[in-house]
């Protein structure tokens, strides 16, 4: 399984930017699929999952503002991030795996760097 994450760089607080994230070896249909990140000096957490079914839950600090969609034709996971603050700054991996489980599989990771 191969997932290929894109879409970070550098913004402005208020801004708004997409992550992307490609699957190759494994359908992204018929799995449950989150994007996590990692800060500087802090432990990577759960931003956003989504289910198989299209349900989806968010972090209590990204809810409202981050939105979580996939596209099963074209293989693709996205985060649709807006109104971004620089705690949002960290690195972004998009993974695959179980509702349970979202971790099973890891891409590498895009930078998203918010500037105040």
């Known amino acids: 399984v191969q997932l290929q994450a894109s879409g970070g760089g550098l913004v402005q607080a208020g801004g708004s930017l997409r992550l992307s994230c490609a699957a190759s070896?494994?359908?992204?249909?018929?799995?449950?699929m989150g994007w996590y990140r990692q800060a500087p000096g802090k432990q990577r957490e759960l931003v956003a999952l989504?289910?198989?079914?299209?349900?989806?839950k968010y972090a209590d600090s990204v809810k409202g503002r981050f939105t979580i969609s996939r596209d099963n034709a074209k293989s693709t996971l996205y985060l649709q991030m807006s109104s971004l603050k620089a705690e949002d700054t960290a690195v972004y991996y998009c993974?695959?795996?179980?509702?349970?489980?979202?971790?099973?599989?890891w891409g590498q990771g895009t930078l998203v760097t918010v500037s105040s």
């Open positions: 989504i289910s198989i079914g299209g349900g989806t």
């Open positions: 070896g494994r359908s992204i249909s018929s799995n449950a």
């Open positions: 993974s695959m795996g179980s509702w349970s489980r979202p971790d099973v599989y």
